[in-house]
């Protein structure tokens, strides 16, 4: 998926270390000390958590503008990449952008300090509203202002599925309509479980990375690639560029593989206690959010349904769900910080931080097991040809999305007005997610003050 168009054009900058690939010594931050480039780090990213509202599409764009643009932090070339590394891996794609591209120079520790930075102001407001909203309001019968954040929220998931589509090539968007129709199946049989998204969508995305793959050695590929995976003829010749990256981020193949390893302890070790029937609140509220978060590629829009499945009514009523949802989305930085309103509310302060870990630890974990990885099949062609498919197919999967969370979230004619009216403003008049929100709470509040629309839909 391409980041930059002509609407959004991207900088080169002018830092001659950032802008020669062969030239490895002219910018002296390369070889400082760690802990000085842990200080850059600091420095450029502190902000991000604080200004970056809209969701993961609007913080892609704003990333480009700080980092590469502004910053001149990392090359174009190579923030594309690790855009596309992280929509082909679980968990939320902006938050692996900003722990890669901050690891590149800080290496862990930098990355991690990154993530601590980017996460924290939303994640302290979300668990503050999941403790004390419900003890001011009755869920039952929520204040008018409420009425108009679940179609206010669907609104902005519809611009986010319709702004991803728009990359797609032609064989992208087969693969995405194939995810779509295959993801809406199985959340409306009666005959098909509902839990079956746990296979059918990682199948479904690998499935589109092994498409794209062998389409891409065709003599006449329906796909559009940057090169044919048929010039990969031997191992790629490491420039400059690449082995100051190397050795910046700080981390060998071996590494990867104990941090994938990790990954794999802790996904099948939860899942294995909760089968076995180990009864802890905690560790419930860790399986479901750990198992959530190994399983979605591609964004965070996808986690919505897979959560709705999981929570409600167990935990919370739809209408709680979806407050919390509008909620999380109007809020700067990572849209998984909805998970501690989730565990929040349904285990206080302990839940909340219990479900951001359980979420967030996938994505974070997996995109340090890849690093190492990335910087050697950065140049190969077949390693670019399946995060094509794999985003592609995460696409569909939020296309299906937007069909079925519609039809939980509008239910009369004055929903559905919120819903066209705000996602006009902020698909045509470029409003942010914040404002989005804010305008779906004072209609669906004047529809309810004089008991307007409310015919079911």
Same mark, same amino acid.
């Given at each position: 998926?391409?980041?930059?168009?002509?609407?959004?054009?991207?900088? +080169?900058? +002018?830092?001659?270390?950032?802008?020669?690939?062969?030239?490895?010594?002219?910018?002296?931050?390369?070889?400082?000390?760690?802990?000085?480039?842990?200080?850059?780090?600091?420095?450029?990213?502190?902000?991000?958590?604080?200004? $970056?509202?809209?969701?993961?599409?609007?913080?892609?764009?704003?990333?480009?503008?700080? &980092? @590469?643009?502004?910053?001149?932090?990392?090359?174009?070339?190579?923030?594309?990449?690790?855009?596309?590394?992280?929509?082909?891996?679980?968990?939320?794609?902006?938050?692996?952008?900003?722990?890669?591209?901050?690891?590149?120079?800080?290496?862990?520790?930098?990355?991690?300090? $990154?993530?601590?930075?980017?996460?924290?102001?939303?994640?302290?407001?979300?668990?503050?509203?999941? &403790?004390?909203?419900?003890?001011?309001?009755?869920?039952?019968?929520?204040?008018?202002?409420?009425?108009?954040?679940?179609?206010?929220?669907?609104?902005?998931?519809?611009?986010?599925?319709?702004?991803?589509?728009?990359?797609?090539?032609?064989?992208?968007?087969?693969?995405?309509?194939?995810?779509?129709?295959?993801?809406?199946?199985?959340?409306?049989?009666?005959?098909?479980?509902?839990?079956?998204?746990?296979? @059918?969508?990682?199948?479904?995305?690998?499935?589109?990375?092994?498409?794209?793959?062998?389409?891409?050695?065709?003599? +006449?590929?329906?796909?559009?690639?940057?090169?044919?995976?048929?010039?990969?003829?031997?191992? @790629?010749?490491?420039?400059?560029?690449?082995?100051?990256?190397?050795?910046?981020?700080?981390?060998?193949?071996?590494?990867?593989?104990?941090?994938?390893?990790?990954?794999? @302890?802790?996904?099948?070790?939860?899942?294995?206690?909760?089968?076995?029937?180990?009864?802890?609140?905690?560790?419930?509220?860790?399986?479901?959010?750990?198992?959530?978060?190994?399983?979605?590629?591609?964004?965070?829009?996808?986690?919505?349904?897979?959560?709705?499945?999981?929570?409600?009514? +167990?935990?919370?009523?739809?209408?709680?769900?979806?407050?919390?949802?509008?909620?999380?989305?109007?809020?700067?930085?990572?849209?998984?910080?909805? $998970?501690?309103?989730?565990?929040?509310?349904?285990?206080?302060?302990?839940?909340?931080?219990?479900?951001?870990?359980?979420?967030?630890?996938?994505?974070? *974990?997996? *995109?340090?097991?890849?690093?190492?990885?990335?910087?050697?099949?950065?140049?190969?062609?077949?390693?670019?040809?399946?995060?094509?498919? &794999?985003? $592609?197919?995460?696409?569909?999967?939020?296309?299906?999305?937007?069909?079925?969370?519609?039809?939980?979230?509008?239910?009369?004619?004055?929903?559905?007005?919120?819903?066209?009216?705000?996602?006009?403003?902020?698909?045509?008049?470029?409003?942010?997610?914040?404002?989005? *929100?804010?305008?779906?709470?004072?209609?669906?509040?004047?529809?309810?003050?004089?008991?307007?629309?409310?015919?079911?839909?």
């Amino acid at each position: 998926m391409k980041v930059a168009d002509e609407e959004t054009p991207l900088v +080169k900058g +002018k830092n001659p270390s950032i802008d020669n690939d062969d030239d490895a010594s002219h910018d002296s931050r390369d070889f400082e000390p760690l802990m000085d480039r842990v200080k850059d780090v600091i420095k450029v990213y502190w902000s991000l958590g604080f200004i $970056a509202f809209g969701g993961p599409t609007a913080h892609i764009g704003i990333f480009q503008d700080h &980092l @590469v643009r502004f910053h001149q932090w990392l090359k174009e070339d190579l923030f594309l990449e690790l855009f596309a590394l992280g929509q082909g891996l679980p968990g939320p794609t902006s938050t692996q952008l900003l722990i890669s591209t901050a690891a590149t120079h800080g290496g862990v520790l930098g990355g991690s300090i $990154a993530f601590l930075m980017w996460s924290l102001p939303g994640f302290i407001v979300l668990t503050t509203a999941s &403790l004390f909203l419900y003890g001011i309001i009755d869920p039952s019968n929520p204040p008018i202002w409420l009425l108009g954040v679940p179609p206010a929220a669907v609104a902005l998931i519809f611009k986010a599925f319709y702004g991803f589509a728009q990359k797609l090539d032609t064989l992208g968007v087969a693969l995405a309509m194939l995810a779509c129709a295959v993801s809406v199946l199985i959340n409306h049989d009666e005959n098909i479980p509902s839990n079956s998204s746990q296979i @059918v969508y990682p199948v479904l995305l690998f499935g589109g990375g092994l498409l794209t793959y062998l389409d891409a050695h065709r003599s +006449k590929p329906i796909g559009t690639y940057s090169k044919s995976p048929g010039q990969d003829d031997g191992p @790629v010749v490491q420039t400059a560029l690449d082995r100051k990256l190397g050795y910046k981020i700080g981390m060998e193949i071996r590494h990867g593989i104990f941090m994938f390893l990790l990954w794999l @302890v802790l996904l099948v070790g939860s899942i294995a206690l909760v089968n076995r029937g180990y009864d802890n609140k905690y560790l419930e509220i860790f399986e479901i959010f750990y198992r959530t978060g190994s399983l979605v590629f591609g964004g965070g829009v996808v986690i919505v349904p897979m959560l709705q499945n999981e929570v409600v009514p +167990k935990w919370m009523t739809d209408d709680q769900f979806f407050q919390g949802l509008g909620l999380a989305q109007s809020m700067p930085g990572p849209f998984f910080n909805f $998970a501690s309103f989730l565990g929040g509310t349904y285990a206080g302060l302990p839940g909340a931080i219990v479900a951001n870990l359980g979420l967030m630890a996938p994505g974070f *974990i997996l *995109i340090f097991a890849m690093l190492p990885f990335w910087s050697k099949a950065r140049h190969y062609a077949w390693f670019q040809a399946i995060i094509k498919g &794999l985003n $592609a197919s995460a696409i569909g999967l939020i296309g299906g999305g937007c069909v079925f969370l519609y039809a939980k979230s509008v239910r009369d004619a004055a929903d559905a007005i919120v819903f066209v009216l705000c996602g006009g403003l902020a698909s045509f008049y470029k409003f942010g997610a914040p404002q989005t *929100i804010a305008m779906g709470a004072l209609i669906g509040a004047g529809f309810a003050a004089f008991n307007l629309g409310h015919l079911p839909y």
